[in-house]
């Protein structure tokens, strides 16, 4: 199935893997919503071959990530740390399937890795690690932190006088975090325009609804005041997603933000608004359902 052609393209090979130097892919949507089928059926048989991990808050960012990575994101699956890549830094480290789904998929590692998910020795663990992980900039653990150390990374190209842009993801109930804010007051601040936030807006947390456990609203209006442009789409649309993208880069001045409106557990019926599988896998009756559900 073949993503994109010509020089610095990339295409998917029938063993899934992208092989390019420079990933600049011309992929049409028809191609990309079956990337975004191909990952979730990952997500399912990585968490319940592992027996834990986090599928709800993993399928919600599906087109999210694969607009990013299959689309806008200028990176080199053969060289994870060429000096002028994108960036993307995944804040809500719990989401690690879909990253690693997505970083297989293009090449960083071979995709039959993805069932060492969580085992010993493994370098799939159940949150990121940087030091262990091709293509992976930056381990996670406690929520909160990924919009701060974006913005770090940020800084860091404009001081080196570097082109490469920064996208980092958030998830909504990690938006309770004080730090959050800390950082997006120093982004607008210091006027990280090659910051672009994006937040995966499903409604949940682990211990439920966001309106029940800490009420976000008016959450656009709150990234407004901080200084931020704000830009509100349908994050299941790739093609709102792609338009997002392509206007948060000529956003001077100031950081963008997209919040994109999700469902948890997206593409999985028993799954999908269930706060159940913000952090239990599947059993293997589910996961059976599950990918018959995602044929």
């Known amino acids: 199935m073949p993503l994109s052609e010509g020089k610095n393209s990339s295409s998917i090979t029938s063993a899934g893997n992208v092989k390019a130097e420079v990933f600049s892919s011309s992929a049409s949507i028809e191609e990309m919503k079956a990337m975004a089928k191909r990952l979730r059926r990952h997500i399912i048989t990585m968490t319940g071959k592992a027996g834990s991990g986090h599928p709800g808050g993993s399928l919600s960012a599906v087109e999210i990530v ?54 010993l020795d493994s370098y799939l663990q159940g949150h990121t690690d940087r030091t262990t992980t091709p293509g ?41 975090e004080g730090q959050v804010w800390e950082g997006a007051m120093a982004a607008a601040h210091f006027k990280v325009d090659s910051l672009v936030a994006i937040v995966d807006n499903n409604g949940q947390q682990i211990d439920g609804w966001n309106r029940d456990v800490m009420n976000l609203d008016p959450f656009s209006k709150k990234w407004q005041a901080f200084g931020w442009h704000v830009i509100e789409v349908d994050g299941h649309n790739l093609v709102q997603l792609i338009e997002a993208f392509d206007q948060a880069k000529l956003i001077k001045g100031k950081p963008a933000v997209i919040i994109a409106h999700t469902i948890k557990g997206k593409g999985v019926s028993f799954m999908e608004n269930n706060p159940d599988f913000h952090g239990k896998a599947p059993n293997a009756a589910e996961v059976e359902l599950a990918l018959k559900e995602l044929q």
Not at 86 to 102: M, N, V
């Open 66 to 119: 694969t607009a990013l990575y299959f689309k806008r994101l200028r990176h080199k699956p053969l060289h994870p740390r060429w000096p002028d890549r994108d960036r993307f830094i995944l804040s809500k480290g719990h989401a690690a399937p879909l990253l690693y789904a997505t970083l297989a998929e293009c090449g960083y590692f071979p995709v039959d890795k993805l069932i060492t998910l969580r085992q």
């Open 136 to 176: 992976v900039e930056m381990s996670a653990g406690a929520l909160g932190q990924g919009l701060s150390f974006a913005i770090g990374v940020a800084l860091a190209g404009r001081l080196n006088s570097q082109k490469y842009r920064v996208y980092v993801l958030l998830g909504d109930g990690e938006c309770d």
